[in-house]
């Protein structure tokens, strides 16, 4: 299928890069603090002679004062805190919940009683003087309503 390919290497060339110094745009003053360190000078136990500055110890961190309680128990609490309110809340709920119920059940029975009360006025009052029973005639006619 395919014949094999023969790579055969290029020749390349080197490139050498010499730095250039950059010229400076004003002369390097030394920077002297305010401080002077004092020179001390030491005679080791073969007598020769070290002269040189003093080094100030390294200081270690200030450590963090430690909080009086900790992050956890801070975090527990506030936890059941959180749990305290929410059972609350759950019960406030729970009592908007029945008064809401309590609340509709009474606006169902008020309509009612208007709407009863409408009914009855409506057959009531279509005669105009209403229905006038004598008892007496009923029960001597045995129910039957003849006037």
Request: with cysteine.
């Amino acid at each position: 299928m395919n014949e094999p390919t023969t790579y055969r290497p290029t020749k390349t060339t080197n490139i050498l890069h010499q730095p250039m110094p950059l010229a400076q745009a004003a002369p390097l003053a030394p920077v002297q603090s305010g401080h002077i360190p004092a020179v001390q000078t030491m005679v080791l136990p073969d007598g020769r002679v070290v002269t040189g500055y003093t080094i100030e110890p390294a200081r270690p961190e200030p450590v963090a004062a430690k909080p009086l309680v900790s992050r956890t128990a801070v975090n527990i609490a506030l936890g059941g805190i959180g749990f305290a309110a929410v059972c609350g809340g759950l019960l406030l709920l729970t009592t908007f919940i029945a008064a809401l119920a309590a609340l509709i059940q009474q606006l169902i029975i008020l309509a009612a009683v208007f709407f009863g009360g409408f009914i009855a006025l409506q057959v009531l009052g279509a005669s105009g003087g209403g229905t006038v029973v004598n008892i007496r005639k009923a029960v001597i006619k045995r129910n039957h309503f003849h006037s």
